[in-house]
């Protein structure tokens, strides 16, 4: 049996061939064969740097030099930890080329005097410095690294001018050093006087001469050391490892040497390839004629170094004996001559800003033997420079006005006693103490170079149209400070934004111009969003005119930011119930601007994406919309609220759910279900079982932990079904019917071994069975319900072409006989038994009745079908 058809009530049946040999002699036997009959219908650094390149690393810099000085132009730092963050306190270079005041501002950079790069670096050519010092455009067309020509940067970009001083490079005797403060004209001290001091008694070499060294592990290696017009003992500088030409001999590679566009500037960079270092020199003027000097050192090792700076002056101020005065501590000092004072800044002399890492110098006579601090020694070691060595102190802490030099403040001319004229030649060394530099690490020095006295710019000063702003992220025209701004000497300028990580609006960001000095503008200043918190923040405004000059009082915005939303309440409701309409009891911490005018209402488009269905158990989603109608466009937010919808085949707790329910099924359903996994999964699928989290509604897989369920089961079984959080629900399964032919006989064989003699009789007889033990039906009945059994001819008697009608009869105990071919015949009947074999004596059940005068009768072996019928009964 394979299956029920429940609207008919009928089993499918099994048929029986029957067979019977006609011969001249007596009836021979009968052959049934059973068959069945279904009736249901059911870093940084360029790939192409790498060692594993054919080239070395100066052949590659040298051949790509435009490309990588573009890169290491642009390189900026975006780790949140090694960001080159801008700062009231640093300088600024504005490029430009209309040669204004602006061309000369000198570029920011950190306070901090090592700037982290993101990873380590390769050692095969120049990296960094990982923050650009001085902003602006350099021309790398031009290199002048391996030229002898003579070449100029000035404050107004162009050579020539009377009285401006210009920036003298690139000549025969210093292939890389500049020479400060010089010109090309050929100024005299006596017939042709200029305000700015540009030569030497000898008209040839410009001063003050700067030579750069290194200090390593707090000593300073002779081959990249310092000298200040020495001839013994020897000291090789930098500049004088790179020579006119790069060579294999002097381990320094890379060399280049630029101007920027604007021809107020030059920078310088190089390899060393023996102690794994970059360098970069920036040099540039302002229009005040002041020179901003940047010497930068980059760890280009793999592993950590031990790094810090060196640098000395050759000066002439006037004459060689000039007295040195403190400009106070840890500002610089100022060299006074007869006509010209020198002045040495640390600090930026518009804004006081600190310029770099610079943070100890001594300046008075360098070939005196004389002892600290009254004046300087032999330039060999730095350490005779400085109280306690190397990492000593020197005149950095003299307050201001104090005569830190050897020559009398009262009279320059005259020595201290005890002072000869070989003693008649001045200098100063400064240097930053060896700090640990991790690989890509950068330390920075800058100083500011003047023979003229800067007047400080008078700040700028902003105000704001309103101090406290509420707005929702979105909402750019409210995240907008207003107010008004002006400056009493200048005209242009930015507002800028400090947030509360300490970052600021860029430098190209909310620009202003007043057009006219003292006139007060109106500005508008767009809050960078990302920059924000829900919540409360501040924001610190400042007027920043074109000479990087900063409001000294600045103000303070508090920005709201508000974030629409609010935090949904979960529901539980029986199925047939609906959410309730009760904003209170929806939602809660609502977060919006004004939570008086709002409106709270059901988006039935459903965003989420599980659509509440109220009448099955589950979890879904009832999408809400939180609409803040005071703002113009509204604000409008989705605020998806969980349900969890149950019934009484629902298990709830405060964690999970599980649903199943109670289900009927067929003995034949479950009949072919052979192990364990199949009677599982027959289970879970009939009771659409599931199992969730009610707070999320992610599955929690369901699973059979327990069943009475057999594949001969029969009546009523149980099955308890648990979820993955453990929560379980029992259900009953109920088996309907079981009621099928279980077996049937293969053949029913009818006569004599050796067949019947025809003819035998004119009257009629029967032929009883052969075998009459086997000649049984079989009904299985698990659900003990009523049945009947019933037979009928479903293929006539046949022998070749000759065919026997009406010989197959039913005779039952009371001996009633029905002939099969007129129709189904009930046969047998049950009800109360869970097995039942139908049978019959050997004189009853289905007999072979044979009428001698039958003249159809004719020697033969007949075979039909005997059809079983079993039905459902009262």
Same mark, same amino acid.
């Given at each position: ?64 030099? &435009?490309?990588? $000085?573009? @890169? *290491? +132009? /642009? #390189? %900026? ?5 090694? =960001?080159?963050?801008?700062? !009231? ?6 490029? &430009?080329?209309? $040669?204004? @005041? *602006? +061309? /000369? #501002? %000198? ?5 901090? =005097?090592?700037?982290?790069? !993101? ?756």
């Amino acid at each position: 049996m394979k299956g029920n058809n429940s609207s008919k009530k009928r089993w499918a049946t099994t048929i029986l061939m029957t067979g019977i040999i006609l011969t001249g002699m007596m009836p021979a036997g009968s052959i049934v064969k059973a068959v069945s009959r279904d009736d249901s219908v059911i870093s940084t650094q360029e790939p192409s740097q790498l060692t594993n390149d054919t080239k070395s690393g100066f052949e590659k810099i040298t051949e790509d030099v &435009d490309a990588q $000085k573009a @890169k *290491e +132009d /642009s #390189s %900026i730092v975006t780790n949140k930890e090694t =960001t080159v963050t801008e700062d !009231k306190n640093v300088p600024v270079v504005k490029d &430009d080329t209309t $040669k204004t @005041k *602006e +061309d /000369s #501002s %000198i570029a920011k950079v950190n306070k901090a =005097t090592a700037v982290k790069a !993101k990873a380590a670096v390769s050692v095969t050519g120049y990296t960094g410095p990982t923050t650009r010092v001085i902003n602006t455009d350099w021309d790398t067309s031009t290199d002048y690294a391996n030229s002898s020509a003579s070449a100029y940067v000035s404050p107004s970009g162009v050579q020539g001018r009377d009285d401006e001083p210009v920036l003298y490079f690139g000549n025969s005797a210093f292939a890389f050093q500049p020479s400060s403060l010089t010109n090309n004209k050929a100024y005299d001290r006596t017939t042709n006087a200029s305000s700015w001091v540009y030569t030497t008694d000898t008209t040839k070499n410009p001063d003050p001469k700067k030579y750069y060294g290194i200090i390593i592990n707090n000593a300073i290696p002779a081959d990249r050391g310092y000298a200040v017009g020495l001839s013994s003992p020897t000291i090789s500088t930098i500049e004088s490892a790179v020579g006119r030409r790069p060579s294999a001999s002097n381990k320094i590679n890379g060399y280049h040497l630029y101007k920027n566009k604007a021809g107020t500037g030059f920078k310088a960079i190089m390899y060393d390839t023996v102690y794994k270092l970059s360098y970069t020199f920036e040099e540039m003027y302002d229009a005040n004629g002041g020179l901003y000097s940047y010497f930068s050192i980059t760890n280009s090792d793999t592993s950590s170094q031990s790094i810090g700076a060196v640098e000395g002056v050759d000066t002439y101020v006037d004459n060689d004996a000039v007295p040195v005065n403190s400009l106070g501590p840890g500002n610089g000092f100022k060299m006074v001559g007869t006509a010209h004072t020198l002045n040495f800044s640390l600090r930026d002399p518009n804004t006081n800003a600190k310029l770099g890492g610079w943070t100890n110098y001594t300046a008075g006579n360098i070939n005196s033997t004389r002892s600290y601090p009254k004046k300087l020694l032999n330039v060999a070691n730095v350490g005779q420079y400085f109280n306690g060595g190397v990492s000593g102190t020197g005149m950095e802490n003299y307050a201001a006005g104090t005569n830190i030099g050897i020559y009398d403040i009262k009279d320059p001319t005259k020595t201290l006693t005890g002072i000869n004229n070989s003693d008649r030649d001045s200098g100063f060394v400064i240097k930053t103490n060896s700090k640990m530099l991790a690989p890509g690490e950068t330390l920075t020095n800058g100083s500011y170079l003047s023979y003229k006295e800067v007047t400080p710019s008078v700040p700028p000063v902003a105000t704001v149209t309103s101090p406290t702003i509420n707005a929702y992220a979105d909402q750019k025209d409210a995240l907008t400070i207003k107010g008004k701004v002006s400056d009493v000497d200048s005209t242009k300028g930015r507002i800028k934004l400090t947030y509360e990580d300490g970052s600021m609006s860029s430098m190209s960001d909310n620009k202003y111009d007043t057009t006219t000095v003292g006139k007060s503008i109106d500005y508008s200043a767009a809050i960078d969003v990302s920059k924000l918190k829900v919540g409360s923040n501040k924001i610190i405004v400042a007027a920043v005119d074109e000479n990087d000059f900063e409001q000294d009082t600045p103000v303070t915005v508090t920005v709201n930011l508000f974030k629409l939303g609010a935090t949904p309440i979960m529901q539980t409701i029986k199925t047939g119930e609906t959410v309730s309409t009760d904003e209170s009891k929806l939602v809660t911490n609502i977060t919006i601007m004004n939570s008086n005018r709002h409106t709270l209402t059901v988006d039935s488009k459903n965003p989420s994406g599980k659509p509440l269905n109220n009448k099955v158990p589950g979890f879904y989603i009832q999408d809400m919309t939180l609409t803040d109608i005071t703002t113009s466009p509204k604000e409008v937010v989705n605020i998806p609220v969980p349900v969890n919808v149950t019934d009484d085949n629902t298990v709830v707790d405060k964690d999970s759910a599980v649903y199943a329910h109670s289900f009927s099924t067929t003995s034949d359903a479950i009949s072919g279900l052979t192990n364990k996994a199949a009677l599982d999964a027959f289970i879970l699928k009939n009771s659409e079982a599931k199992g969730w989290m009610i707070a999320t509604g992610n599955e929690s897989k369901v699973s059979v932990e327990s069943t009475t369920l057999t594949t001969t089961s029969g009546g009523d079984q149980t099955a308890t079904i648990t979820n993955a959080n453990g929560k379980k629900i029992t259900i009953t399964i109920t088996i309907a019917g079981g009621l099928k032919i279980a077996a049937a006989p293969d053949a029913m064989n009818y006569g004599a071994t050796d067949g019947v003699m025809l003819p035998y009789s004119s009257e009629n007889f029967n032929l009883q069975r052969q075998d009459n033990s086997t000649a049984k039906v079989s009904i299985s009945n698990m659900g003990k319900q009523g049945w009947n059994l019933s037979a009928k001819v479903s293929k006539d008697l046949t022998s070749g072409s000759n065919t026997l009608t009406g010989v197959l009869e039913y005779i039952d105990k009371n001996n009633v006989v029905t002939d099969l071919d007129s129709g189904g015949v009930i046969v047998g009947s049950g009800k109360t038994e869970t097995a039942q074999d139908v049978t019959w004596d050997a004189k009853q059940g289905i007999i072979v009745n044979l009428n001698g005068s039958n003249a159809s009768l004719k020697a033969g072996k007949y075979v039909g079908e005997i059809e079983w019928t079993l039905t459902d009964a009262p």
